[in-house]
């Protein structure tokens, strides 16, 4: 009772009435609210204005505490809901639980108990404000709709034959702190407030969690223990029978998961006790309410007139699922109109019930007497089966199913990191990766309906099968991609979330998945009869590969799915008020055999993950980038990643500091790695192909545009195998060829080649042109073994390679092994070829120079490689004349050319010589290429190109952009012997204020 303070007020007045109204005021236990005025003049004094005191509610609370599993738990119930029929807040740790059950009034004139099962998450649980556009939660969730089935299946058995009254349930979470899963909570609460209320309820029940870590068992696992282990099992029992079943594994044996429910057993009947205690405190007394039951008169009519013809049927194993329901209710039909003609509104209220019943009867008898089903089966024998993998090519993967009547296709679809599942749950992980969606049609059983929203049995068959095949998947690391599987039930007689599992596990090979085993599953029955004095089973039968009428007439639905190695999910649903364990664990052992067949069948159709080369097989590519490239290829708003999505229908997810592309087929892949290197590039390396678009051509090569805006030099050298005049001739400004980079010159330019990506045909006689006196000579560059050089009196105008006979894909190091074929001319000649080129017209040519400094920096070099040519052995020459002509690497060392001395014997040697030394004298000006201007140092030696010729010196190119200055020893000294154009040999002396280069002019000996 609520505590009521009272303030009473004595007032020294001498008014009779003002002491009666006082005495009025004060004989109540309520509150004053301020005492009378009798006059104007009067005034109140300070006790008058004191505020009001307000009455305090006592709330009488009742709780119950006890420890299961190392965890406190209370139940407690008083404190809030409490106009509910029953209201009870479980508790464990910072995780509570609030669970109402509420009974409608009127009478239930119905066939059947209309309970509906309510589980809420709000995200106040946790302290978040939902991210919905309305900020408020919306439509129940997968999570909530599987919790509140939970909660449904053990509870409906136990309540009371005939009692047809709208009941509700709903199960909110409080409060949760993300360790614990409140659904077990949840249930247990439920079965508390049952017990509190007046409904009648055969319990209570206890439902507890187990997992596995390292071979043993615990007891109420935390989240992050649910994460080790390879068990995750949800039992639900009442003192001496087991009432639900939920498991997911990880190939875990039968007798293992049978120890496991014998140690799960009287964990959950832990729960049982404090429940009876608390309703001893403060339950209600059952109401008394009308239950809808067949009389027995109505029951023994019934009987009569339709057992003899329901048999029939039933013996008959030619019938077929809709002729036999066809038959049944043609019975049903003919009895309604006898009843009628009768009158007997009595029996026609219940027929449908009786008929059902009499049914019931009729199949149960005959399973346990005789060993005989509806279709004639064999009670472990599995009916015929059909598989066929990929039937559905233009799909990432598909498999059809059928096991009997009941069929099921099953399509999968691969994507990207990012297409995976948001969870917006309070406990769990915040993704899903892999979605099995299962969808029951009307037509699947030949009825008339419409589609809506998420479905209970849907989702609930969708995610056993989901569990089933979770275990078989490959790591996330070895497969990233998000997959779904699509179930569509084609016909359903049945078990068609185990034909679900079946098809699954073909389609995810079909896809090429690496799966550990096969998953295969199937529906395990049971048909009991109870001694009606004790209420024990007196005897029964377990089947295999139940039927759905069998399903719906026995008493088990014991669904269970694995591999050869073990089980990897487990459904159990009874219909009566617990079943014995023992048989139980006993129907483990024809679910495996029948099993076993199922997987033979299945592995015969398709018994490894098909190799992903087919053209509509998905590709996935992980890239690395900076963030700030990968800004870049996203765009403002993204703007950009969605036109490139748009335009080739593939999907990109980024994360820090990577990209991810999947594509539909390799050709998808292909179009979106170019618009993404086109737009950011990627890593450089040598050897690597790039797309690029050629932006200028000099006369020297082409400038090309790749990989994200970068650019490099395609030298005129690389663009063929062939000898090229005219770079014009071979490529355009615009043109998109595809280069391989073959490393960086001495100034960082990047180096393209085209013909490294062009096959090498037989190579051709190249003429090399000139007045110098050559003999002929043989080039065979894959035998060192032979003379490079073959003296022949006579001018030859010809040197010719040795024949290939066949044609080899050009690699990066054979095509640098290889001399490269060259066309020496004169120097009219070139002036000529330049000219129609319309190349160099503003620059003159290397001939140009004075006729006396050409001819010392030949002589020079002749002397430094004459020796070389004679002092050596035929293949020593042949490396040395290779190393001269191939271009170098940042990663290779430098050939220096001071190694190569003279000799006064060198002067013997024949004229002839002196035009290949002419030629390696400008491959050695060539390979000595740009540089880097941090990387000119003092007495660094250059070939520097006269660009201008002033009063006091010379300005120099030095190449790449870097430009020098020579000074005159005095004011126009040495100005006449230079010309525009002129290349002469500088070496850096010295740095000016700014930085510019002073170079001397070096002069040949």
């Known amino acids: 009772m609520a505590s009521v303070a009272i303030t009473r007020k004595n007032h020294l007045l001498s008014s009779l009435l003002h002491v009666t109204r006082c005495r009025s005021l004060c004989s109540r236990r309520t509150i004053t609210t301020g005492r009378p005025t009798f006059a104007a003049s009067i005034s109140n004094s300070p006790a008058d204005n004191e505020t009001p005191v307000s009455r305090t509610k006592v709330l009488e609370t009742f709780r119950e505490e006890f420890e299961i599993g190392s965890r406190l738990i209370t139940l407690e119930t008083g404190k809030i809901a409490r106009f509910a029929n029953g209201a009870v807040v479980l508790g464990m740790e910072d995780t509570n639980v609030l669970s109402t059950v509420c009974s409608a009034k009127g009478d239930g004139v119905r066939d059947f108990l209309p309970l509906t099962v309510d589980y809420q998450e709000k995200q106040f649980a946790q302290g978040v404000i939902p991210g919905t556009y309305m900020r408020r939660e919306g439509a129940p969730k997968e999570r909530e709709l599987l919790c509140g089935r939970l909660i449904d299946r053990p509870i409906r058995p136990l309540f009371p034959a005939g009692f047809y009254h709208e009941v509700q349930v709903m199960a909110s979470v409080l409060s949760s702190d993300g360790k614990q899963d409140p659904d077990v909570m949840a249930a247990n609460a439920t079965s508390a407030a049952l017990m509190l209320s007046d409904i009648p309820w055969d319990g209570p029940i206890g439902m507890i969690r187990v997992g596995r870590i390292d071979g043993h068992l615990v007891v109420n696992p935390s989240m992050e223990e649910l994460n080790l282990s390879d068990l995750n099992l949800v039992y639900a029992c009442t003192r001496d029978k087991t009432m639900m079943i939920d498991v997911q594994a990880h190939e875990i044996s039968e007798k293992d998961l049978e120890a496991a429910f014998r140690f799960a057993h009287p964990e959950a009947v832990k729960f049982i006790e404090p429940q009876l205690k608390l309703a001893a405190k403060a339950g209600k007394l059952k109401k008394e309410y009308k239950l809808s039951l067949v009389s027995e008169r109505t029951m023994d009519k019934v009987r009569n007139m339709t057992e003899k013809s329901i048999e029939a049927i039933f013996t008959d194993p030619s019938y077929g699922k809709f002729e036999r329901g066809e038959a049944l209710d043609k019975i049903g039909q003919d009895v309604k109109g006898l009843l009628e003609e009768e009158g007997d509104e009595e029996s026609l209220k219940g027929l449908s019930k009786t008929v059902d019943t009499v049914r019931k009867q009729v199949v149960r008898r005959r399973i346990l007497d005789e060993g005989f089903r509806l279709d004639g089966r064999c009670l472990d024998e599995v009916r015929p089966l059909y598989c066929e993998a990929g039937n559905l090519p233009g799909l990432h993967g598909s498999a059809l199913f059928s096991r009997g009547d009941t069929q099921v296709l099953c399509t999968v679809t691969l994507?990207?990191?990012?297409?995976?599942?948001?969870?917006?749950?309070?406990?769990?992980?915040?993704?899903?990766r892999f979605m099995l969606h299962y969808s029951f049609p009307p037509y699947c059983i030949n009825e008339v309906g419409k589609r809506t929203g998420l479905n209970r049995r849907e989702v609930g068959h969708g995610t056993l099968a989901e569990k089933a095949l979770t275990a078989v998947l490959p790591p996330e690391l070895d497969f990233p991609y998000t997959v779904r599987i699509n179930s569509e039930v084609m016909g359903s007689d049945g078990s068609t979330s185990m034909a679900t599992v079946c098809g699954g596990s073909m389609a995810l090979m079909d896809a090429g998945i690496p799966l550990k085993d096969h998953v295969a599953g199937l529906s395990v029955g049971l048909v009991t009869e109870i001694d009606s004095s004790t209420g024990t089973v007196d005897q029964y039968r377990i089947l295999t590969d139940i039927l759905g009428l069998e399903d719906h007439l026995g008493d088990m639905d014991f669904k269970i799915a694995?591999?050869?190695?073990?089980?990897?999910?487990?459904?159990?649903?009874?219909k009566p008020a617990g079943i014995p364990?023992?048989?139980?664990?006993?129907?483990?052992?024809?679910?495996?055999?029948?099993?076993?067949?199922?997987?033979?069948?299945?592995?015969?159709?398709?018994?490894?993950a098909r190799t992903q080369d087919g053209k509509n097989c998905p590709r996935l590519v992980t890239l690395k980038y900076s963030n700030d490239d990968l800004r870049r290829l996203i765009g403002p708003l993204g703007a950009l990643k969605m036109k490139i999505e748009e335009e080739t229908g593939a999907r990109m997810s980024v994360s820090d500091g990577t990209l991810t592309i999947i594509a539909k087929n390799q050709s998808v892949m292909e179009k979106v790695q170019e618009k993404v290197d086109l737009i950011i590039g990627r890593a450089i390396e040598v050897g690597g192909v790039y797309k690029g678009i050629v932006t200028s051509i000099k006369e020297y090569g082409a400038f090309v545009e790749f990989n994200g805006g970068q650019h490099g030099l395609l030298h005129v050298s690389e663009l063929s195998h062939e000898p090229v005049s005219r770079i014009s001739d071979v490529i355009s400004v615009g043109q998109q060829l595809s280069l391989m980079c073959i490393g960086q010159d001495l100034r960082g330019n990047i180096k393209l080649s085209l013909k490294a990506t062009l096959p090498q045909k037989t190579k051709k006689s190249v003429v090399v042109e000139g007045s110098s006196n050559l003999s002929k000579q043989k080039l065979d560059s894959c035998t060192p073994g032979k003379d490079l050089l073959t003296k022949q009196e006579g001018q030859i105008s010809a040197v010719k390679d040795s024949p290939e006979d066949t044609d080899t894909s050009t690699k990066l190091n054979s095509s640098y092994s290889s001399t490269s074929p060259i066309v020496i001319r004169s120097a009219v000649e070139c002036d000529e070829e330049e000219k129609s080129a319309g190349l160099g017209s503003d620059l003159k040519n290397n001939s140009s120079l004075k006729p006396q400094r050409?001819?010392?920096?030949?002589?020079?070099?002749?002397?430094?490689?004459?020796?070389?040519?004679?002092?050596?052995?035929?293949?020593?020459?042949?490396?040395?004349?290779?190393?001269?002509?191939?271009?170098?690497?940042?990663?290779?060392?430098?050939?220096?050319?001071?190694?190569?001395?003279?000799?006064?014997?060198?002067?013997?040697?024949?004229?002839?010589?002196s035009g290949i030394l002419d030629y390696l004298e400008e491959q050695v000006y060539k390979v000595e290429g740009p540089r880097d201007a941090k990387k000119l140092k003092l007495g660094t030696k250059v070939t520097a190109k006269i660009l201008q010729v002033r009063a006091r010196g010379l300005v120099l190119d030095l190449g790449g952009g870097i430009k020098g200055m020579y000074r005159f020893e005095s004011r126009g000294g040495g100005k006449q012997e230079f010309e525009v154009g002129n290349e002469v040999q500088a070496q850096c002396m010295s740095f000016t204020g700014k930085g510019i280069p002073v170079m001397s002019i070096i002069q040949d000996d």
């Open 415 to 432: 994507g990207a990191p990012g297409d995976a599942q948001r969870l917006d749950s309070i406990v769990g992980p915040p993704t899903k």
């Open 562 to 574: 694995g591999t050869r190695n073990g089980i990897t999910a487990i459904q159990l649903d009874i």
């Open 581 to 608: 364990l023992d048989i139980i664990c006993e129907s483990l052992e024809p679910a495996y055999k029948g099993r076993l067949q199922i997987l033979e069948r299945m592995e015969h159709e398709i018994n490894a």
């Open 854 to 913: 050409d001819l010392k920096s030949k002589s020079s070099q002749k002397l430094k490689t004459l020796k070389s040519l004679s002092g050596s052995d035929s293949g020593s020459v042949l490396s040395k004349k290779s190393r001269i002509v191939k271009p170098y690497l940042l990663t290779e060392k430098a050939i220096n050319y001071d190694t190569y001395l003279s000799s006064d014997e060198d002067k013997n040697e024949d004229q002839h010589k």
